[in-house]
């Protein structure tokens, strides 16, 4: 049997609107096994049990790929990202199917040909890079090719993921974003880009709170998220560094201080007087 765990991704991280993107420490577990016939799957709801799952679809994928035979697959997954709330679920699947695939094929893809068939897959390299390499990522596709590069984040940061029990589906918040920006707002994204890594390198965490700030994908998403400018007030409040849209949302991540010991228990107390339930 072949065990592939994979971490829970947060993309875009305020201004790096389908280019950046950050591994969390939550995962999904999957495990492979190579059967006599036909296709087993356990661990998820009836409906997506079956060819059209998408660690099956990747796994399939895969063995196009590499020109591998398959007799049969028997899938268990272990499920402790949650589905769709920006989170990089079906990143996580798509990672997890190609490497069980690839080890049962004899590990014959690199991982930057993982990459390539990920990215090809999910459309972008956002969560698939930083879920398959771990830490932050930049990437970008130029063509078949995805070019990525590894952040060095430097110590004394937490990362905070403040998870609603409802879900925002890719494509409504895809549906609400502008078909054109003004030149200002491109302009304006390109230097939060580059302060927010160079911050993060360097530790600046006074920086983090402007490098956040996105004219892309956050103010047209966040009226979708009830109480996404409250939540975003109160860390900041709280003494939060920076608050940023977890993907496509709804999940929010909030940047703080690792000497900041209130920050967890605060926002905790914070949550509980919401009206939708949250996680951290």
């Known amino acids: 049997m072949i065990t592939v765990r994979v971490p829970a991704t947060s993309a875009n991280i305020g201004p790096g609107f389908d280019c950046l993107g950050l591994a969390l420490n939550l995962y999904n577990t999957f495990y492979f096994e190579e059967i006599d016939d036909g296709l087993i799957i356990e661990g998820c709801e009836p409906e997506f049990c079956d060819e059209n799952n998408l660690i099956y679809v990747s796994m399939k994928k895969c063995f196009e790929k590499i020109g591998y035979e398959i007799r049969g697959i028997k899938i268990k997954i272990q499920c402790d990202i949650p589905v769709s709330r920006g989170l990089g679920s079906s990143a996580s699947c798509i990672v997890g199917g190609i490497i069980g695939a690839n080890e049962m094929a004899g590990g014959v893809l690199t991982k930057e040909e993982i990459l390539e068939l990920a990215t090809e897959i999910e459309g972008h390299p956002d969560n698939v890079a930083p879920a398959l390499f771990g830490g932050m990522t930049v990437a970008i596709q130029e063509g078949n090719q995805v070019h990525y590069s590894k952040v060095n984040i430097a110590k004394g940061l937490k990362f905070y993921a403040l998870i609603p029990n409802f879900k925002l589906s890719t494509e409504a918040s895809r549906g609400v974003l502008p078909k054109q920006i003004d030149y200002k707002d491109g302009v304006f994204n390109v230097g939060r880009v580059a302060l927010l890594i160079s911050a993060l390198t360097n530790g600046e965490l006074g920086l983090l709170k402007a490098a956040c700030e996105d004219r892309l994908h956050q103010n047209y998403r966040g009226v979708l998220i009830e109480g996404f400018q ?51």
Do not use: D, H, Q, R
């Open 230 to 280: 409250i939540l975003k007030e109160k860390c900041e409040e709280l003494g939060s560094k920076g608050v940023f849209l977890s993907g496509a949302g709804p999940t929010m991540v909030a940047l703080a201080e690792e000497i900041n010991e209130k920050f967890y228990i605060e926002i905790l107390e914070f949550l509980k007087t919401l009206k939708e339930t949250w996680v951290v």
